[in-house]
Protein backbone atom coordinates (compact mmCIF):
# COMPACT_ATOMS: atom_id res chain seq x y z
CA UNK A 1 0.00 0.00 0.00
CA UNK A 2 1.11 3.50 -0.83
CA UNK A 3 0.14 6.94 0.59
CA UNK A 4 0.67 10.13 1.21
CA UNK A 5 -0.95 13.14 2.68
CA UNK A 6 -0.94 16.30 0.95
CA UNK A 7 -3.02 19.66 1.04
CA UNK A 8 -1.09 21.00 3.81
CA UNK A 9 0.04 25.04 3.97
CA UNK A 10 0.02 28.16 5.44
CA UNK A 11 -3.24 29.31 6.46
CA UNK A 12 -4.58 32.28 9.03
CA UNK A 13 -6.18 31.43 12.14
CA UNK A 14 -9.85 30.97 11.78
CA UNK A 15 -8.87 29.52 8.06
CA UNK A 16 -9.60 26.28 6.36
CA UNK A 17 -7.64 23.41 5.02
CA UNK A 18 -8.69 20.41 3.11
CA UNK A 19 -6.02 17.77 3.43
CA UNK A 20 -6.20 14.55 1.06
CA UNK A 21 -5.11 11.39 1.58
CA UNK A 22 -4.93 8.32 -2.02
CA UNK A 23 -4.19 4.88 -0.88
CA UNK A 24 -3.15 2.52 -3.84
CA UNK A 25 -1.79 -0.59 -4.40
CA UNK A 26 -4.12 -2.92 -2.49
CA UNK A 27 -7.82 -3.53 -2.46
CA UNK A 28 -9.82 -1.27 -0.07
CA UNK A 29 -12.74 -4.02 1.33
CA UNK A 30 -11.75 -4.12 4.96
CA UNK A 31 -9.58 -0.98 4.26
CA UNK A 32 -9.24 1.99 7.48
CA UNK A 33 -7.26 5.23 7.02
CA UNK A 34 -6.76 7.24 9.88
CA UNK A 35 -5.28 10.40 10.50
CA UNK A 36 -2.84 11.60 13.24
CA UNK A 37 -0.88 15.11 13.78
CA UNK A 38 2.60 15.01 15.06
CA UNK A 39 3.74 18.72 16.65
CA UNK A 40 7.18 19.58 17.17
CA UNK A 41 7.81 18.45 20.70
CA UNK A 42 4.59 16.38 21.15
CA UNK A 43 3.66 13.08 20.75
CA UNK A 44 1.49 11.36 17.49
CA UNK A 45 -2.03 12.54 18.43
CA UNK A 46 -4.74 10.30 16.36
CA UNK A 47 -7.52 12.59 15.33
CA UNK A 48 -9.89 9.98 13.54
CA UNK A 49 -10.31 6.96 11.07
CA UNK A 50 -12.58 6.07 8.30
CA UNK A 51 -13.90 2.80 6.87
CA UNK A 52 -13.62 2.12 3.37
CA UNK A 53 -16.22 -0.22 2.91
CA UNK A 54 -19.33 2.03 4.80
CA UNK A 55 -17.44 5.31 5.48
CA UNK A 56 -18.30 4.73 8.74
CA UNK A 57 -16.23 7.17 10.68
CA UNK A 58 -14.54 7.69 14.42
CA UNK A 59 -13.07 11.15 15.90
CA UNK A 60 -11.12 11.41 18.81
CA UNK A 61 -13.12 13.33 21.00
CA UNK A 62 -10.95 16.45 20.77
CA UNK A 63 -11.44 16.75 16.83
CA UNK A 64 -15.01 16.83 17.25
CA UNK A 65 -16.78 20.04 15.77
CA UNK A 66 -14.32 21.38 13.92
CA UNK A 67 -12.79 18.35 11.72
CA UNK A 68 -14.39 16.25 9.09
CA UNK A 69 -13.46 13.17 7.26
CA UNK A 70 -14.88 12.10 4.36
CA UNK A 71 -14.04 9.47 1.40
CA UNK A 72 -14.46 10.22 -2.24
CA UNK A 73 -15.12 7.52 -3.86
CA UNK A 74 -14.71 8.26 -7.54
CA UNK A 75 -11.32 9.33 -6.76
CA UNK A 76 -10.55 6.77 -3.97
CA UNK A 77 -9.05 9.34 -2.02
CA UNK A 78 -9.86 10.26 2.20
CA UNK A 79 -9.99 13.86 2.83
CA UNK A 80 -9.61 15.61 6.37
CA UNK A 81 -11.56 19.17 6.36
CA UNK A 82 -9.71 21.50 9.23
CA UNK A 83 -11.90 24.82 9.80
CA UNK A 84 -11.28 27.21 12.14
CA UNK A 85 -8.34 26.72 12.53
CA UNK A 86 -5.82 27.60 15.45
CA UNK A 87 -2.18 27.91 15.99
CA UNK A 88 -2.25 25.26 18.29
CA UNK A 89 -3.79 23.03 15.30
CA UNK A 90 0.08 23.76 13.44
CA UNK A 91 1.76 20.06 12.66
CA UNK A 92 2.67 17.42 10.44
CA UNK A 93 -0.03 15.63 9.15
CA UNK A 94 -0.13 11.82 8.48
CA UNK A 95 -2.61 9.39 7.30
CA UNK A 96 -2.21 6.03 7.53
CA UNK A 97 -3.68 2.25 6.60
CA UNK A 98 -4.76 -0.77 7.56
CA UNK A 99 -7.18 -3.75 6.94
CA UNK A 100 -9.04 -4.30 9.66
CA UNK A 101 -9.85 -3.78 13.65
CA UNK A 102 -11.61 -1.32 15.41
CA UNK A 103 -11.88 2.33 14.46
CA UNK A 104 -10.79 3.41 17.42
CA UNK A 105 -7.54 1.68 17.05
CA UNK A 106 -4.85 3.45 16.78
CA UNK A 107 -2.50 1.09 15.26
CA UNK A 108 -1.57 1.01 11.89
CA UNK A 109 0.53 -0.83 9.13
CA UNK A 110 1.20 1.63 6.72
CA UNK A 111 2.12 5.16 6.89
CA UNK A 112 2.14 7.84 4.22
CA UNK A 113 4.51 11.03 4.36
CA UNK A 114 2.95 13.84 6.56
CA UNK A 115 2.00 17.08 4.88
CA UNK A 116 2.99 20.62 6.92
CA UNK A 117 0.41 22.20 8.39
CA UNK A 118 1.01 26.00 9.23
CA UNK A 119 -1.53 28.45 11.15
CA UNK A 120 -0.53 31.81 11.87
CA UNK A 121 -2.15 33.92 14.56
Known amino acids: VQLQASGGGLVQAGGSLRLSCEPS????????VGWFRQAPGKEREFLGAIRWSDTRIYYADSMRGRFTIFRDNVRNTVYLQMNSLKPEDAAIYYCAFRYGGSLSLQTYSYWGQGTQVTVSS
Open 25 to 32: GHPFNTAI
